[in-house]
Structure formats: C-alpha cells, structure tokens
C-alpha cells in the first residue's frame, strides 16, 4: 500500500534534549511538509522541500530542522532552542513537484510531548 | 501576508441540522482546496474548486467557490456523526504553499 508513515505516534522527552520525527513515503512524491498543530488550533508550516537536496523554511520553522537525502523521507529534528515544542506534528507530500498545486496527503501525525 | 480567514471557529448543531463553514481570502485564489479531520486525525482532502462560481457536490457535501475566487463555502445537509471533525479550506501560497484557514470544528450536540 501507498502511503505516509510518521513515527512513532507518541513520543515523550524531557526539556532539552532534541528529538527527531520520522517521515517516510512510497507515493514517489517530490514536495514534503512539515506542520505543527496546537490543540484547537490550526496548521502552520515548520519546514517544506521541493526537491531532494533541497529545504525552504516555513512561518515557524526556529528550532527546527530538517533534511531532504532521499525523495522518501524528510525527518523533522525538534531542537531544545524551540521554546515550546509540545504539540502534534503533521507530515505531508504532495505530487507534481514544483509547478502545481495538487492536493496534499498526510501522514497520521507525532504528538511530541516534553516534559 | 497572504491571509485566508475561516468562520465560525465552532459550530455546534444537532443532529440532522445543516452546517456551513465560510473562507475568505484577501487575495484572489487560483483554487482552493477543502479538508476534513477527525478528531485525533489527521486532515484528509475532500475537494479542490478552480473556476469561478464553481459548485461541486460529494453527497451532503455542498461545496462553492465564490465568483471573484476570493471566497468559499462547505454546506453539509443534515449531519450526520460521521461529519464530526475540523474542516479546513487552503487557499495556494508563494513557492507551492498551501496557505490554511484556522478550521471551523463541527460539533454535534448529544
């Protein structure tokens, strides 16, 4: 089956250390998003990438980071520089790279909890 | 910045009432795209609208875009608990964004 995975889908870690999220696809999607969601609230873009090799920073992307080796994954680095990083984090891709609007498939999501 | 306003945050409604959720952009759009997400889920595409004064159906699901392509609406006929969850509208950004509506959570009163 085709799909995004995100993992694991809970994780707990304490103040100060970072933690990275998995994101993997098998769509052989070129574009990758990250988002985070706070609860009630909307989505709002950490990190998005075109292209493998290739990252551009959303509206909040401090204390965050990311890497684009493989067109399959985009794992997201939560760094103890972000201030307050409980929250559910969302992947996503979406096809026809970098010239179209097509609509975007989500992973089931990491709620990161630190303690 | 580019912004798309969604209305109301909540609306609560009794099972079998309609239900309607309103975006709007403060530029014109090239399309716009609807997305639903169940509680503890994640947001699932429903629709995309891309001409103006577009109406397309999915069963109760009414979905229109507005004639100068800065608004857009999703009207459900008679709720059902299945329609429980956030719905968002996503308007296209610079560099193949997406930007988001706030989401308009649909509630039905037990």
């Known amino acids: 089956d085709g799909g995004i995975t995100q993992s694991p889908k809970y994780l707990f870690r304490k103040e100060g250390q970072n933690v990275t999220l998995s994101c993997e696809q098998n769509?052989?999607?070129?574009?990758m998003y990250w988002y985070r969601q706070d609860p009630g609230q909307g989505l709002r873009l950490i990190y998005y990438s075109q292209i493998v090799n290739d990252f551009q920073k959303g509206d909040i992307a401090e204390g965050y980071s990311v890497s684009r080796e493989k067109k399959e994954s985009f794992p997201l680095t939560v760094t103890s520089a972000q201030k307050n990083p409980t929250a559910f984090y969302l992947c996503a891709s979406r096809p026809g790279g970098g010239g179209s609007y097509n609509e975007q498939f989500f992973g089931p999501g990491t709620r990161l909890t630190v303690l | 910045g580019q912004q798309v306003m969604q209305i109301p945050q909540y609306q609560h409604v009794q099972e079998g009432e309609d239900f309607t959720t309103y975006c709007n952009s403060s530029?014109?759009?090239?399309?716009i795209q609807w997305y639903k997400q169940r509680p503890g889920g994640h947001p699932v595409f429903l629709i995309q609208l891309v001409k103006s004064g577009e109406v397309k159906k999915q069963k109760r699901l009414t979905f229109q875009f507005g004639e100068a392509k800065k608004n857009s609406s999703l009207h459900i006929t008679a709720t059902q608990t299945t329609d429980v969850g956030t719905y968002f509208c996503a308007g296209p950004g610079s560099n193949y964004q997406l930007i988001w509506g706030a989401g308009t959570k649909l509630i039905i009163k037990p």
């Open positions: 769509l052989n999607h070129d574009a």
């Open positions: 530029t014109t759009l090239s399309n």
